[in-house]
């Protein structure tokens, strides 16, 4: 099996993908994908990457556009998803979905933790770490320390709150939110990519 993956994937951040990919004999090669961080490398993905080095010229994003119906994101912990749907990445989170969607990709977020977190219903027993913080700041702002520590505008999103957003996205966009461990990652990709898996 091949598997491409997006060149936006910081390669330092996802040895352990990689060194799994490596002893279940997956190659993996690097190209720039529209949407997702991997697909399976099919025929009609090799034909793009055949003609382009016959012509020498690069791929780009949206020459793999319609040659692939599956495609996973992975997120490095739940804090990033958080920004991507709560935070400042939203516009450009949602615009990748509404890609996916508009393309009828099925995209999964793959959300690794070490929080214990398998499915969305778990979110509502995470507690953003963020918090902790927060609360000490704003602690400490009303007995009037801390001044020179700004309190930010708002207090860091709720496990309950990140639940319902991704319910929303799920019934909106038609993307699939997947949990696992860090060390299941490179297994779980392959699992969807291949549709073994998906709880729905």
């Avoid at 010229?57 to 998803?81: C, H, Q, W």
């Avoid at 509404?98 to 933790?113: H, K, S």
Wanted: charged fraction near 30%.
């Amino acid at each position: 099996m091949i598997i491409l993956e997006d060149m936006g994937q910081k390669e330092e951040k996802h040895t352990a993908k990689n060194q799994w990919f490596y002893e279940n004999g997956i190659d993996v090669m690097r190209v720039p994908l529209p949407v997702g961080d991997y697909i399976i490398a099919n025929d009609k993905a090799m034909n793009v990457l055949e003609r382009k080095e016959k012509r020498n010229v690069r791929p780009k994003k949206m020459d793999f556009l319609g040659t692939y119906s599956v495609a996973v994101d992975t997120k490095e912990n739940i804090g990033e998803i958080v920004n991507n749907i709560c935070g400042k990445s939203h516009d450009r989170f949602r615009d990748e979905c509404v890609l996916a969607q508009n393309n009828g990709v099925q995209l999964y977020i793959l959300v690794e933790n070490e929080d214990g977190v398998t499915c969305i219903d778990d979110l509502s027993k995470w507690e953003n770490p963020r918090l902790y913080r927060y609360n000490k700041i704003k602690f400490m702002h009303n007995l009037g320390k801390w001044q020179h520590i700004a309190l930010p505008k708002r207090p860091p999103t709720k496990g309950e709150t990140l639940a319902k957003a991704m319910v929303t996205m799920e019934k909106e966009y038609g993307v699939r939110f997947m949990f696992c461990h860090p060390d299941e990652a490179g297994a779980t990709v392959v699992e969807l990519l291949e549709g073994i898996k998906d709880d729905g």
